[in-house]
Nanobody, 123 residues
Framework: VQLQASGGGLVQTGGSLRLSCAAS????????MGWFRQAPGKEREFVAA????????FYPDSVKGRFTISRDNAKSTVYLQMNNLKPEDTAVYYC?????????????????WGQGTLVTVSS
């Protein structure tokens, strides 16, 4: 699976952005999907995950209520809607895919990773 993330940019505190990750190469609906982020000097952090059908989603407390993951299997795309952004959300955001289990996505051991897209939140 090839993953292409887009939608990053510069936004002010309290603003919103929507990231997209387009998949190709395999049947998208066979894969659990997720988003991670990595800020300068910090470890990669889990942000959101969604099951193959979209019926189950998972978030860490740091983004719960502000971020929403969704997917469109017909378009082979997963989205991350980010609202009420904070400076601490500044990071490179990566999408990930795993055909085995959503647990693999949440744990950061996905089979496939896309290139990152930079999100910068100014204070």
């Amino acid at each position: 699976v090839q993953l292409q993330a887009s939608g990053g940019g510069l936004v002010q505190t309290g603003g919103s952005l929507r990231l997209s990750c387009a998949a190709s190469g395999r049947t998208f609906s066979n894969y659990n999907m997720g988003w991670f982020r990595q800020a300068p000097g910090k470890e990669r952090e889990f942000v959101a995950a969604i099951s193959r059908s979209g019926s189950s989603t998972f978030y860490p407390d740091s983004v719960k209520g502000r971020f929403t993951i969704s997917r469109d299997n017909a378009k082979s795309t997963v989205y991350l809607q980010m609202n009420n952004l904070k400076p601490e959300d500044t990071a490179v955001y990566y999408c990930a895919a795993d055909g085995r289990s959503i647990g693999m996505v949440v744990s950061g051991t996905s089979e496939y990773w896309g290139q990152g897209t930079l999100v910068t939140v100014s204070s």
